[in-house]
């Protein structure tokens, strides 16, 4: 009951300026124009004078450090500013403009996605379907970096010390270290 009444006050209040200025509106319709909280917020309190850095020009028409401040990567969405950071390691290892499939590129690419989605796994750690995601992302890598080593040795060895990787993707042998004096006395036990 108090919620209409209010209502229909402020809609007479309202009427009353829009017959002045000329409108033939009907007093809901006038409080249905400010029923968005923007609308209800401008009339309650008055507008601010904006904040402006101590640094910024005296002028009032043009602001190009607020368009670089919209515009810059702080304000970009988490997908946005992770594609700009997959651009930028690809345009790092490229052969070439626009070079996405070398062997170079998919490593650094996998890389980044390695580390952002290790990033991810430390702070959800019961995720284990992106825990596979993970681990399939590791294998490529792996059986990526093994091409290299085999085909491409020099370019390897620049791209695992750009990348900061360890070189652990050459030949492995089937024991570990721990049984190899085990297996070299028995040898010579045979002989």
């Not at 043009?62 to 515009?71: A, F, G, Q, S, T």
């Not at 997959?86 to 998919?106: N, P």
């Amino acid at each position: 009951m108090f919620l209409r009444q209010s209502a229909q006050r402020l809609a007479s209040s309202l009427l009353q300026q829009a017959e002045s200025c000329g409108s033939t509106a009907s007093p809901w319709e006038a409080v249905r124009a400010i029923s968005s909280s923007a609308c209800a917020q401008r009339k309650l309190y008055p507008a601010a004078e904006p904040v402006r850095p101590a640094d910024a020009p005296a002028s009032t028409t043009e602001r190009p450090y607020l368009v670089d401040k919209y515009l810059g990567i702080e304000l970009m969405g988490r997908g946005q500013q992770k594609k700009l950071q997959r651009q930028e390691v690809r345009r790092e290892f490229e052969r070439f403009a626009g070079d996405t499939g070398s062997t170079e590129v998919q490593v650094a690419a996998l890389t980044k996605r390695i580390a952002d989605m290790a990033e991810h796994m430390r702070q959800h750690r019961k995720d284990f379907s992106s825990r596979r995601g993970l681990e399939a992302m590791l294998n490529q890598r792996r059986s990526l970096l093994q091409y290299l080593r085999r085909s491409k040795f020099d370019k390897y060895a620049v791209l695992i010390s750009r990348l900061g990787l360890k070189d652990s993707y050459g030949p492995q042998d089937r024991l570990s270290s721990r049984y190899k004096p085990a297996v070299q006395t028995s040898k010579q036990q045979t002989v």
